[in-house]
Nanobody, 124 residues
Framework: QVQLLEAGGGLVQAGGSLTLSCVVS???????LAWFRQAPGQGREFVAA????????YYADSVKGRFTNSRDRAKKTVFLQMNALRPEDTAVYYC??????????????????WGQGTQVTVSS
């Protein structure tokens, strides 16, 4: 059972920055570590993912150019650096691990393990 623990959420003004972290109890070169978010009354939305093996990152169009997803293999930690935050980025952010193929990267059902989530609130 892989365990994921997120941290780093909080309240920030529009235009500000936050960095989320996710510590992973077990890793594998076959894993992709992803971030999803869920705003009140909405479904879970893909934000970004990173290959644990080579660090290649993938992004939703809504965050491309503003968010950076990276991993530190030695620390077994994934990071989501969020810049130029907007009120519409407000959501609970979840870290997830799985082995999705590239075409299914955005499908939450392809991820086996999930963190508990961390709240990000962006005020206007």
């Amino acid at each position: 059972q892989v365990q994921l623990l997120e941290a780093g959420g909080g309240l920030v003004q529009a235009g500000g920055s936050l960095t989320l972290s996710c510590v992973v109890s077990e890793t594998s070169n076959s894993y992709k570590l992803a971030w999803f978010r869920q705003a009140p009354g909405q479904g879970r939305e893909f934000v970004a993912a990173v290959n644990w093996n080579d660090g290649r990152a993938y992004y939703a169009d809504s965050v491309k150019g503003r968010f950076t997803n990276s991993r530190d293999r030695a620390k077994k930690t994934v990071f989501l650096q969020m810049n130029a935050l907007r009120p519409e980025d407000t959501a609970v952010y979840y870290c997830a691990a799985g082995r999705p193929i590239l075409s299914a990267l955005r499908d939450e059902s392809m991820y086996y393990w999930w963190g508990q989530g961390t709240q990000v609130t962006v005020s206007s």
